[in-house]
């Protein structure tokens, strides 16, 4: 017997983080840290979304025990390319492999939208500033990578099965840092002399001790070099001390780039280094021993005959249409240079759409390679 019940205490949300744990046991799975993700999911929390959406948590029990969880929210933050009039949510899916226990999680998020008078339902998608959209349909034996989905490979035949259709895919690309073409880092330096030769061109890292204005750089072109992102989040003042707060602890000063042009902030590359990496061997928990490991692999702490961490991500890439071009492969090229001088072998750079064409041929010119694929589905829905 199969029974769907929503989340009503801190109790049950803990169900709700740790269902997924019997599931990806057999895929090598990293779970995020408990305290992690109790913080952002929890409604009482500091986390300032839960002001901009109404939402539901559920869990599917079979017999007894807990075998799936899904979200299902709708939204008032700005989302490009969606009417959020009409359009609701769905994330946080996760189910053993059985159609029947799938189809019922996505009929409850369903049933949740139609009551709200909404006529279609996306997903997955996670709450908000993060961009985390999409099912995971390739690229399964490759790095488990900080704020990117994971999911086991039958996730979209059941997903297929309940009805629902391709919406837009997302692709996350690979860089070999241990091999990176010095070509183009070369060509990255004359590219710098002839934007100089038009103007004061300034690229810098960020300044942790104005670490409020830096963030505040970030929002401007943030907001602005994404605005025809499908599927951007646009961010608030809330959101962006949010994200301070929830990436200081792992924030590289370096591996934080800005582009200014004749004084005026025009880009920004921000890297940070693989904290799945880090905690791969913590099950989830925080505790001293666990504590002491994290600080060391993130470079807190030094012990130089341990190695550290060898995996990061370029988390963003935005640069003004203006400047798109040449600053977009200067910075980048910024960040993955202090990756390898921090010792870094791999990098992932997500996630990017699949019609963003002038970001994914950067990114190509810059030797990236499209390694994992995510798929955002929809589905109408009838009445």
């Known amino acids: 017997m199969i029974e769907i019940r929503e989340v009503q205490d801190k109790n049950d949300l803990k169900k709700f983080i740790e269902m997924p ?51 299902t929210y709708t939204a008032t933050h700005p989302v490009v390319g969606i009417d959020l009039s009409k359009t609701g949510f769905f994330g946080y899916f996760d189910c053993i492999n059985d159609f029947d226990v799938a189809q019922k999680l996505l009929e409850k998020a369903e049933e949740f939208l139609k009551r709200r008078g909404r006529k279609e339902i996306v997903g997955p998608a996670s709450f908000a500033y993060d961009g985390l959209w999409g099912i995971q349909i390739d690229g399964f ?42 070509e183009r880092i070369n060509k990255a330096k004359k590219i710098e002399k002839i934007i100089n030769s038009k103007g004061k061109l300034l690229i810098r890292p960020a300044n942790m001790r104005n670490l409020q204005e830096e963030m505040d ?45 004749n004084d005026e902030p025009v880009g920004i590359a921000v890297g940070i280094p693989n904290i799945f990496e880090a ?44 400047y798109r071009e040449g600053v977009g492969v200067i910075l980048a090229t910024r960040v993955i240079e202090v990756g390898r001088k921090l010792g870094y072998k791999q ?29 955002v589905y929809s589905k109408e829905l009838r009445r």
Not at 364 to 374: A, D, E, M, S, V
Request: proline share 7%; charged share 30%; with cysteine.
């Open 347 to 375: 990098a992932e750079g997500s996630l990017t759409l699949e019609n963003n064409y002038a970001i994914n041929n950067l990114i190509k010119r810059l030797g990236g390679n499209p390694y994992k694929r995510f798929r």
């Open 141 to 182: 034996d490759r790095m488990q990578m900080i704020m990117i989905p994971f999911h086991p490979p039958y996730y979209k035949d059941l997903i297929k099965r309940c009805g629902f259709r391709k919406k837009i895919d997302f692709f996350a690309w690979h860089f070999d840092l241990e091999n990176a073409p010095l």
């Open 279 to 322: 905690i791969r061997d913590m099950n989830g928990k925080l505790n001293p021993l666990n504590i002491i490991r994290l600080l060391y692999r993130l470079g807190k702490i030094p012990f130089p005959t341990l190695p550290r961490l060898k995996t990061g991500r370029l988390l963003i890439l935005g640069v003004l249409e203006k």
């Open 21 to 71: 744990y019997k599931i990806y046991k057999k895929y090598n799975f990293v779970p995020l840290l408990k305290v992690m993700e109790m913080d952002s999911l929890n409604p009482d929390g500091k986390n300032p979304v839960f002001k901009k959406m109404d939402f539901s948590y559920f869990i599917a029990y079979k017999n007894g025990e807990p075998v799936g969880r899904i979200t």
């Open 217 to 261: 750089i970030v929002k401007r072109i943030y907001n602005k070099a994404w605005e025809d992102n499908w599927g951007t989040v646009l961010l608030d003042d809330d959101d962006i001390e949010h994200i301070k707060n929830e990436l200081k602890p792992v924030l590289i000063p370096d591996a934080i780039q800005i582009a200014e042009f």
